[in-house]
């Protein structure tokens, strides 16, 4: 019978996560790859629909299902979780993650009719946000594959 530690780690989102953050190559290259991208759509140095539907859509939304999923996985519904109960319950952690895939999905929609098409929101929507789950990602990742015993 398979080990339950590795059964929940087998799913599609954990191989994302590990295709996404798995070593500190492939880590550091999605950090440059997005920071990149993200850089040269936010100075309107690349501007382009594909740009903001592949740096401030698709790639923040597969950061978001991941660092949900990877949280509510990681909690196990353990009383003794430094994370908010929100994260820990599945009906809480899934309203939580679509009003953030909401959210990214609306602000992308504002900039793309040129409604909050500003610099800071630009940079926040494409740059710092997807960066920043992208280290969440990283730490958790580590968290996983190497517990602390």
């Known amino acids: 019978m398979p080990n339950k530690k590795?059964?929940?780690?087998?799913?599609?989102?954990?191989?994302?996560?590990?295709?996404?953050?798995?070593?500190?190559?492939?880590?550091?290259?999605?950090?440059?790859?997005?920071?990149?991208?993200?850089?040269?759509?936010?100075?309107?140095?690349?501007?382009s629909t594909i740009a903001l539907a592949i740096?401030?859509?698709?790639?923040?939304?597969?950061?978001?299902?991941?660092?949900?999923?990877?949280?509510?996985?990681?909690?196990?519904?353990?009383?003794?979780?430094?994370?908010?109960?929100?994260?820990?319950?599945r009906q809480s952690n899934a309203i939580m993650m679509i009003v953030d895939m909401a959210a990214i999905i609306a602000l992308a929609i504002l900039i793309h009719t040129n409604t909050l098409n500003y610099l800071l929101i630009r940079l926040l929507q494409t740059t710092i946000f997807p960066a920043l789950m992208l280290l969440m990602l990283r730490v958790l990742y580590v968290n996983i594959a190497h517990p602390r015993e």
Do not use: E
């Not at 859509?57 to 908010?84: E, G, H, K, Q, W």
């Open 6 to 47: 590795n059964q929940s780690n087998s799913n599609i989102i954990f191989f994302w996560t590990h295709n996404l953050v798995g070593s500190g190559g492939r880590f550091l290259f999605n950090m440059l790859l997005s920071l990149t991208g993200g850089i040269l759509f936010s100075f309107n140095l690349w501007q």
């Open 55 to 89: 740096f401030g859509v698709v790639s923040p939304l597969l950061f978001t299902l991941c660092l949900y999923s990877i949280l509510r996985a990681t909690t196990n519904n353990t009383d003794d979780s430094p994370l908010p109960k929100a994260f820990t319950k």
